[in-house]
């Protein structure tokens, strides 16, 4: 059975930095997409950005220029490197895996903007 566990979240001010991490465990193969969305508090779940085994990643406009995702294929691991965070960057992320057209999520992990 395939596992999702986010780390990384946690409380920071304004311009600063965070790194999420997400580790998947259960899976006999290589996953296709891994990617990290968000949901603020009465919003709607949204795309922060994914990356393809190959590399080929997607951002939203939102984040472009400021988060970095990256993978590590041989830890089945993503990563999501959050620089210049803003008050509008507050969510709980999670991290979904797309394996044999099935998609998996994390439990979610609150990471809060403010000063």
């Known amino acids: 059975q395939v596992q999702v566990v986010e780390s990384g979240g946690g409380w920071v001010q304004p311009g600063g930095s965070l790194r999420l991490s997400c580790a998947v465990s259960g899976s006999e193969y290589s996953i296709y997409v891994m990617g990290w969305y968000r949901q603020a508090a009465g919003k709607q779940r949204e795309l922060v950005a994914d990356?393809?085994?190959?590399?080929?990643?997607n951002y939203a406009d939102a984040v472009k220029g400021r988060f970095t995702i990256s993978r590590d294929n041989a830890k089945n691991a993503v990563y999501l490197q959050m620089n210049s965070l803003q008050p509008e960057d507050t969510a709980v992320y999670f991290c979904?895996?797309?394996?044999?057209?099935?998609?998996?999520w994390g439990q979610g992990t609150l990471v809060t903007v403010s000063s």
């Open positions: 990356i393809q085994s190959g590399g080929t990643t």
């Open positions: 979904h895996v797309l394996y044999f057209h099935v998609g998996y």
